[in-house]
Every structure is written in structure tokens, then in C-alpha cells.
């Protein structure tokens, strides 16, 4: 029985990635900041434990936690949306902390074992704003193009140990909280001179139109895990498969 492990667990894709790969019968390492009681399945396959992906003692102590797993998960992400004008630079890092060098540190952590083992696979969870380009969420999108970037070339180091390196690629989920728990960093939106901007971008979300599903990243996943014949770039949900096509015309 192979072994996964999933940062950003707690609600959102990284929550049906975990139940869905606990529902084929593997054994599921759930991580979080706070792990909850009670949100996947009680199964003896399962494990949830403690993560903060920006904290080296925390990445150090799941690792040893975690033992051997044959794939990694970096699904663990905040969300960021705001003129550039306005945006703090502490903000900025944070982003980039959670959704880059966490991404970074996290796949330095296992890839020893990984490498050793001549097997492993490793999934960065990254986003199709990175196919498309938008306003307003320009500071989120290059955390994610940054992941991208280094996981196309991390793949190039990591053939020669049989290890795989892919990025999963899902588009807008409204039906996660993900835009909810980044509203604190949602700043300068309603700034008179990007007013009119933000209207006409909020309001384009609003129409109906193919969007992303939790089940459609965690099938991606699934998919990227088990054939290897997967190409490197994998777009998760309707939307995000529409972009990808669109952007190699």
C-alpha cells in the first residue's frame, strides 16, 4: 500500500485530494497549521498531523513523522488580490513564503528519501492564472508562476533517480473558501483610481461559466500520480483546461 503525504488539508483541495485518495485504499498523511477532528473519513489508513509550511522546525518534525511516502502533495496556499500600488510588502512575502518557499522547502525535505529510494513522485498544486493573464492578482500569480518554473526544471534534475516532479493547474473554485480566508489580503480594491477595475473584474466572476470543482483537482491529481505518461503541466476544471488551450493558440 503506497503512502501519500498533502499539506493544505483543512478545507478545499488539498481536503478532497485526501479523501479521495483515502477512498483507492492508500494511506493518506493529512496536513495542516490546526489539525480538526472529524473532517475525513476515520480510516486506519489515514494520519493527520500538525504543518506550517513557512516553519523549518515544523517541515523537520512532520518529515519525521511522516517516515517513508511515495508521493508529496504541495497543495498548501494563501490567496492575494490587490492593485500592486497598494500592496504591502509584507503582505507580498507572506505570499510568496506560504506559496513559493514553502512549495521549496517542502520538496527539500523529502527529497532525500525520494532520491535514495530511485522513486517518488512530487505534485505542486499551482493555479491557471498562470496561463491567463489578469489584473489585480499579479503578486499571487507570480508566487504560482515561480512554483511552476522551478518544478519544470526540478523535473530535469530528478529523471536520472526515476523521481517525477509535476504541477497540477486548477481554475477558479467558488464553491472552496479559498477566496474567503484570503480576504485580509484583499487590499486597495477600493481605491478610487482601480475602483472601476476591480467592479469590472468581480463582476466577470459573477456570470455563469465553466469554473473549477475540489473532485476536478483531486482526479488531476490522481491522474499525475498514477500515469506516468502525464504531461508536466496538468490543468484541473473546465475553466482551467479552456485556458491551457486557449494559451497554445
Excluded at 88 to 100: P, Q
Excluded at 215 to 230: F, G, K, L, Q, Y
Aim: glycine share 6%; with cysteine.
Amino acid at each position: 500500500m503506497k503512502t501519500i503525504l498533502i499539506t493544505g488539508c483543512s478545507s478545499g483541495f488539498g481536503l478532497e485530494i485526501a479523501r479521495f485518495f483515502l477512498e483507492r485504499d492508500w494511506k493518506v498523511i493529512a496536513t495542516m497549521r490546526t489539525p480538526k477532528e472529524g473532517i475525513l473519513p476515520a480510516s486506519p489508513n489515514l494520519r493527520v498531523i500538525p504543518l506550517d509550511v513557512t516553519d523549518e522546525d515544523s517541515i523537520i518534525k512532520a518529515v519525521e513523522l511522516a517516515g517513508p511516502i511515495d508521493v508529496l502533495v504541495n497543495n498548501a496556499g494563501i490567496g492575494m488580490a490587490s492593485p500592486v500600488e497598494t500592496s504591502s510588502l509584507e503582505t507580498m512575502r507572506d505570499v510568496f513564503e506560504t506559496n513559493t518557499f514553502g512549495t521549496i522547502a517542502m520538496t527539500q525535505a523529502f527529497l532525500p528519501q525520494f532520491r535514495e529510494r530511485k522513486s517518488g513522485v512530487i505534485v505542486n498544486v499551482t493555479s491557471s492564472v498562470t496561463l491567463k493573464t489578469l489584473p489585480l492578482v499579479s503578486l499571487y500569480t507570480a508566487s504560482k508562476a515561480a512554483v511552476n518554473a522551478f518544478t519544470e526544471c526540478l523535473a530535469l534534475e530528478l529523471q536520472q533517480f526515476g523521481v517525477r516532479a509535476c504541477l497540477v493547474l486548477p481554475g477558479r473554485a467558488p464553491e472552496t473558501p479559498f477566496a474567503a480566508n484570503g480576504r485580509d489580503r484583499m487590499k486597495g480594491l477600493d481605491h478610487e483610481a482601480y475602483a472601476e477595475l476591480t467592479k469590472n473584474l468581480f463582476a466577470s466572476f459573477s456570470e455563469t461559466g465553466p469554473i473549477t470543482r475540489s473532485a476536478d483537482v483531486a482526479e488531476a491529481v490522481w491522474r499525475t500520480v498514477n500515469d506516468p505518461s502525464c504531461p508536466i503541466k496538468l490543468p484541473a476544471g473546465e475553466d482551467a483546461v479552456a485556458w491551457a488551450n486557449n494559451s497554445k493558440t
